[in-house]
């Protein structure tokens, strides 16, 4: 396992991204976060965001990926919701050690 892994969240909807540096190497449960929720965004939502989250996460073997796929998915769905173009306020970007 690495030591202090760095995980980039893009800008997305106006809103900034922000780095995360990991314990371990967490990007592909990351980013796994981030596009399922963005799926979850861009269909039509049939289902509770929750049900769909908890669902996909639990796919994951190790508790850390859950966390990292958690933190993508609700980081997306963060920046959607505060979007300028949602009515929501600009944030700064920011870096996070997890």
């Known amino acids: 396992m690495s030591k202090g892994v760095v995980t980039l969240l893009p800008p997305h909807d106006g809103h900034p991204g922000m780095e995360i540096t990991w314990a371990a190497d967490c990007r592909q449960a990351f980013n796994q976060g981030v596009n399922f929720a963005q799926t979850w965004l861009d269909n039509t939502r049939s289902g509770w965001l929750w049900a769909a989250m908890i669902a996909e996460r ?32 600009p944030v700064k970007a920011v870096a996070l050690r997890l």
Request: glycine fraction near 10%.
């Open 58 to 89: 639990d796919h994951l073997p190790r508790a850390i990926e859950r966390r990292a796929f958690e933190v993508g998915f609700l980081s997306r769905i963060h920046q959607r919701l505060c979007s300028p173009r949602q009515g929501g306020e």
